[in-house]
């Protein structure tokens, strides 16, 4: 047999035993936190059609989506962002919903990059979505439901990075650019590549003060007070009502009682073009990218036909799994299973007390006892499989216990078992 089947393709693994424990357990923490706002699950497909992820949507470029082809010769492509199929999903159901709607979702999104760098192609994402809602309370909730969630899983060091689309927008009007000078000194602005930027303005023969007011939107981070240093450098009302924006939508985050965890980057942009207004990203030690990422997109529901300011935000699972596991704060999942032991003379004993013990809810394995193998190979063997702890099948009267966590071997009856008594 080829060894090629018994891996993987590049960017893309097996998660299993104890590692996919702690995942599910960190999505249950997230996905309850997220729901404790009010939001309702929903499931998208993973095969969508090329147009929900097309251009003028504004989402992932078309060379880093992965196609494939129905028999009906329509594009498909592996989901390779929520967002749009959020959106798609809102138009269909809700084209007629005038009060604001709060969805969930959780899943796996795909990208197709030779620019890995360590990032996986395959990642798991849960976000949330609020639809119809143009508010600053709205920013703010959203901001707030990223922290909290994050704080749920149990990481404590990290910052949110608040932004706005238009302040640098408003910018870009008052210089006079075009659309397609915007877009590529947007990638610029977002790599803090200042002498790309400077470069590029030049060519297109930007008035010099205008140079230095967008050249200065790369240091424009930091603390509240950068945005009022940021209010000296702007003329057009567009970037003002940005910074306004930003002020208002800090100041309920004080009321969350959240604002500690908030700076500004009013550099800061995003490749998603749908993005019209507030944005914002969360870091961590121990990852090299944002491990949340989110903002407002006022205009993407256009795109399928219902006029809907929204905003939202996912948290990318697998990140975050590694900055906990990096900061030793990866919680452990509770051993809770059951191996019981038992020779083949007792196999109707054994499934019966196997019955009654999982009527509570909780998890137990039967294994006939092999000739070849001795209590610790079986010890061996729970202890990778996260089992709490070994118990073997003697009599009614006679369990004798083998405690994996606390190292310690005893009996007890089948009643004790039974009861809970380990």
Known sequence: MSKKRLHTPEGVRDIYGLEYLQKLSVQEKLHKKITEYGYQDIQTPTLEFFDVFSKQVGTVSSKELYKLFDKEGNTLVLRPDFTPSIARCAAKYFMEESIPIRLSYLGNTYLNTSELQGKLKEVTEIGAELIGDDTAQADAEMIALAIESLLSAGLVNFQVSLGEIDFFKGLCEEAGLSCETELALKDFISNKNHFGAQELLEEEKIKEEYILAILKVTDMFGSVEALSEAKSYVKNDRSLHAIERLLTVYEILSFYGVEQYVSFDLGMLSKYNYYTGVIFKVYTYGIGDAIVKGGRYDSLLTQFGKEAPSIGFMIIVDDLLSALSRQGILPKPQMANALLLYEQANLAQAVSLAHDYRKSGKQMTIIQKSNGKNIQDYLIFA???????????????????????????????QNQLLEGIV
Request: charged fraction near 25%; avoid cysteine; proline fraction near 0%.
């Open 383 to 413: 202890k990778k499989q996260n089992i709490s702890f070994v118990s073997e099948y003697i009599s009614s009267d006679k369990i004798e216990i083998y405690h994996i966590e606390l190292d310690q071997s005893y009996q007890i009856t």
